[in-house]
């Protein structure tokens, strides 16, 4: 988006302020809000104070309207500079708005341009008399009557060279102009090709209620030759919508304790309790566990010891690949030979081992 600035000092108006009919317009728009929330009013006052101005906003109509409605005069130059559709230079009595759009473009905009830039010269430029100016906007959504301007606040349509020159001819020369289609569209009708809804039926009200006569002549026979099969298609029995199978549902619960006692009888059965009771089929407890015996502790040692010189028959602690015993695993040299999975060796005074 470009930057959008005030015109130059020297297009400044030197003051401004609201006239009558402006400062009844304010009145109007700030009484919509509750007390406090009358900058909701902002955008209606700078379009009527814009209005007033001669179709542009000067700093002093943008500082006229923060005053009116206690607002600091930045966040209403904020929201001035940021709309495009708030002029922030002088622009001619006719202000023509040409789209060049996409689809503007496809009917021929480009032609409309050159008649602009003949007539008037370049944008934002304001002809001697002060009667036209023009800017190139996005698209102002009349697609279906390209090309198209906007020229204060109406839309010409369907425009082409010849048509649009004549307009502009109408224009400074005060006289009346055809708004809209200028070739005679009805609004985004199909042009000179309309080949839809022509029955006069449609628009004289003599087809209103024929569809429910044609419904029920092709409903007859249907009703005639059918209610037998559509009898003997519904089901005598009615079945739940979901299979009781796996659900408690309409079916006996298992014989515990609470439905005997809802039954009257006995919560819980004689043959149980007498089983109970029974010290044959008791279980046996571990004697162990009833002392409070504790297993041995587990050694902590990290490997087992294997002599390293068996013929000696003692444990070597300098040998490589033999770990003193009670070395932690992370501080003993790794071994890759599996002996460490291997059980003890004991050499007895004969030198047998075992």
């Known amino acids: 988006m470009a930057v959008r600035k005030l015109a130059p000092e020297n297009m400044q108006p030197k003051s401004f302020a609201f006239s009558p009919e402006t400062e009844a317009f304010a009145d109007q728009q700030i009484a919509k809000y509750p007390p406090g929330r009358q900058a909701s009013a902002v955008i209606a006052l700078l379009f009527k104070a814009q209005e007033q101005a001669g179709g542009w906003l000067p700093q002093k109509a943008i500082e006229a309207v923060a005053a009116k409605l206690d607002m ?32 503007c473009q496809l009917r021929g905009a480009g032609d409309i341009k050159k008649v602009l830039e003949k007539r008037i010269g370049d944008q934002n430029h304001v002809t001697a008399d002060g009667t036209f100016s023009w800017l190139e906007v996005e698209c102002l959504g009349a697609c279906c009557n390209a090309p198209m301007v906007q020229i204060n606040d109406d839309y010409y349509e369907d425009l082409t060279p010849e048509n649009f020159d004549k307009l502009l001819d109408d224009l400074a020369a005060g006289r009346p102009v055809k708004k809209g289609s200028q070739i005679g569209r009805s609004t985004s009708e199909p042009f000179e090709a309309v080949n839809t809804l022509q029955d006069p039926s449609l628009y004289d009200g003599s087809v209103i209620g024929a569809w429910r006569k044609r419904f029920e002549e092709t409903a007859k026979p249907a009703e005639t030759a059918e209610p037998a099969a559509a009898a003997a298609s519904v089901p005598q029995e009615v079945k739940a919508a979901k299979p009781t199978a796996g659900r408690p549902i309409e079916s006996d619960v298992a014989d515990t304790p ?31 566990k009833e002392s409070g015996d504790k297993p041995a502790p587990q050694s ?12 000696e028959g003692k444990v070597t602690p300098e040998a490589p690949t033999t770990p003193v015993a009670g070395t932690r695993p992370a501080q003993a040299e790794t071994r890759r030979d599996g002996s460490e ?14």
């Open 72 to 103: 600091a005069p930045i966040r209403v130059m904020e929201i001035a500079t940021f709309y495009t559709m708030f002029n922030l230079e002088p622009v001619g009595k006719y202000f023509i708005q040409f789209c060049g759009t996409t689809p």
């Open 258 to 288: 609470a439905k005997r006692a809802k039954e009257g009888e006995t919560p819980v059965n004689p043959a149980d309790r007498a089983g109970a009771a029974d010290q044959t089929k008791n279980t046996v407890v571990d004697q162990r």
């Open 341 to 354: 999975s291997k059980p003890a060796v004991v050499v007895d005074k004969d030198n047998k081992t075992s």
């Open 300 to 311: 902590s040692k990290s490997y087992v010891a294997t002599p390293s010189k068996p013929e």
